[in-house]
């Protein structure tokens, strides 16, 4: 994908590909600009991999064009670095104690699981919905009446880039994805994460941050 540049931020890598390493505050010194003003400006360059930035030694002409840096970069997130505590229920949990555990531990997803934290199923916002529409009595119903079974759950492993997760939730368009590994007896896949649309969100933002050099 190719990146039209402002001109202000063409006449940045002139002056790095002629001056670098060069710091973010010698830059602004040279354009007549304040520090914030050009952050953005910096930002843009150094995530598309025009300019690389290191701290105490500043900001120096890549070499690679494009979006190289920034795709190595985000191969590089992977999942263990960004997951977080899964809510889990167990099989017999009733319906009601789902939408509880779910309003209380603010989620849109609950992962259900068996003995030895072992994933069952999963169930969301919009499954507890369409129960809680329903004539059942939700504290009689169990949650393995309307979760997604395994097999058909997709799920993420703690040794993949963040971005294949992302891939994941895209396509399949959900919100939350189980982090999971296998057991060492291979009777089933242990819960040990989860991924969520937010967590993707936090992770391009931290990306996205610009360090000041």
Do not use: W
């Amino acid at each position: 994908m190719t990146i039209e540049l402002t001109s202000r931020q063409e006449l940045i890598l002139k002056i790095v590909k002629e001056e670098g390493p060069i710091t973010g505050e010698q830059i602004a010194e040279k354009l007549n600009l304040t520090r914030a003003t050009l952050r953005p400006d910096l930002s843009i360059l150094t995530m598309a991999g025009y300019l690389e930035a290191r701290p105490r030694v500043g900001y120096y002409y890549s070499g690679k064009k494009g979006n190289q840096i920034l795709k190595e970069s985000l191969n590089k997130m992977m999942v263990k670095d960004y997951k977080s505590v899964p809510v889990v229920i167990k099989e017999d949990t009733s319906v009601y104690d789902a939408i509880v555990t779910m309003f209380l531990e603010d989620v849109g997803t609950l992962f259900v699981v068996k003995e030895r934290g072992t994933l069952a199923g999963i169930v969301s916002r919009k499954d507890l919905l369409k129960a809680a529409i329903g004539k059942q009595n939700l504290q009689d119903l169990p949650i393995s009446v309307i979760m997604t079974r395994m097999p058909n759950i997709i799920t993420c492993r703690m040794e993949e880039p963040l971005i294949e997760a992302a891939n994941k939730l895209i396509q399949y368009q959900i919100d939350a994805l189980p982090v999971v590994k296998p057991l060492e007896d291979g009777q089933g896949l242990e819960v040990v994460g989860r991924i969520t649309k937010t967590t993707i969100a936090r992770a391009f933002v931290e990306l996205g941050k610009d360090h000041e050099v």
